[in-house]
């Protein structure tokens, strides 16, 4: 049974911050006076202290609290409005990409609300049957308002980041953009070196019939990782006996079909969680160990999940808090009337804990 991670725990977060951000202005308290601790805060919300200690972190970032330790905390003078300061921050990801691959998780909150102080921060988390209409009404809502938003999105569709190019808006794409994004900044892992050092890992380990799994939906960022392994194939003298992408409920045959091949395979290469874990309960049903017998590769790990770790992986190498100060600080300049570069992040390849 695959675990999924929960849009109720980013959500979750972003709700108590601001339930305790509400307290604050009914009780109509002022800079210097104390509040609560984080068993008090827990006590109020009704929840356990993990996620009261997350909702004072985020109110921390947002300038709205100071924190002491261990004696509970103050309330912050109001920061000094800004003329270009964005009032609020959009983060748009496909529901069930968030599930599956973990992308956009609470751990980057406080990243971003750090760069972002005074700015609130929404999830919308989106279907593909309503994608296009929804980012339309999120970016005419936006205007109506006035005053500047910002917008990330991850793994959406063309005309989303089309729609949000076009708006006038902060922007920036977690992620590569399609074809034809020019004006949109992006934050990407490197897929070209990642590509290099799982080809080089392979090498090492003997490993030479390999098969690529790719999502149902292909993202630009696949079609960078196809092409690298393309290029590079030549060299390292492997032959793939598969390229291809399956839909939920034909991963298993998928992945089976590859490893029962007369020479079989001895590696398995995902973009997706969902085909390591896939590849993961075919190796065990048949008997054979991951990494002994057959190397499992997930090209596009967060590192989050239990699932995860059982799996050689290629990670960004940077904390998720410091990625949300990254994605923060793109969305700041862009207010400011700055020119924002992309940046390709620094993946590292982990071996199964």
């Known amino acids: 049974m695959r675990r999924k991670v929960k849009t109720s725990e980013v959500l979750r977060t972003i709700e108590l911050a601001q339930r ?64 270009r300061a964005v009032r609020h921050l959009h983060f748009i990801v496909p529901e069930d990409y968030f599930q599956q691959e973990g992308a956009g998780s609470e751990q980057i909150l406080p990243g971003l609300q750090e760069e972002l102080p005074g ?36 793994a959406c569709s063309w005309l989303s980041q089309h729609v949000v190019e076009q708006s006038g808006f902060p922007g920036v794409v977690h992620g590569t953009p399609y074809a034809g994004i020019r004006q949109l900044p992006f934050i990407e892992r490197d897929h070209h070196s990642g590509v290099r050092q799982v080809l080089k890992y392979l090498r090492s380990r003997g490993r030479r019939r390999w098969s690529l799994f790719f999502r149902e939906r292909i993202h ?54 969902l085909h390591g874990i896939s590849a993961l309960r075919t190796l065990e049903q048949a008997g054979k160990k991951p990494y002994e017998d057959i190397d499992i590769i997930l090209l596009g790990s967060y590192g989050r999940r239990e699932e995860d770790k059982k799996l050689t992986r290629l990670e960004i190498d940077l904390p998720e808090e410091s990625l949300g100060h990254k994605l923060g600080k793109a969305i700041a300049e862009q207010a400011a009337g700055n020119a924002v570069a992309n940046e390709l992040l620094p993946v590292v390849l982990k071996l199964p804990s």
């Open 20 to 83: 305790l951000e509400n307290d604050i202005n009914e009780r109509k308290l002022k800079p210097g006076d104390t509040y609560f601790s984080t068993q008090d805060a827990a006590e109020f919300l009704g929840v356990a202290r993990i996620y009261a200690n997350n909702a004072l972190r985020l109110l921390e970032k947002r300038q709205v609290i100071i924190r002491r330790q261990r004696l509970g905390a103050l309330i912050a003078e109001p920061a000094i409005p800004q003329e």
């Open 119 to 154: 700015s609130s921060i929404s999830y919308c988390f989106i279907r593909p049957e309503n994608e296009n209409d929804k980012v339309a009404d999120l970016i005419q809502e936006a205007k109506s308002r006035g005053g500047i938003e910002g917008f990330i999105l991850v």
């Open 220 to 273: 630009p960022g696949d079609c960078i990782f196809l092409e690298e392994f393309r290029a590079q194939r030549e060299v390292n003298g492997s032959t793939p006996l598969f390229f291809t992408t399956s839909v939920l409920d034909q991963i298993d045959g998928d992945v089976g079909r590859a490893m029962s091949q007369k020479k079989g395979v001895d590696a398995i290469i995902c973009t997706s969680i």
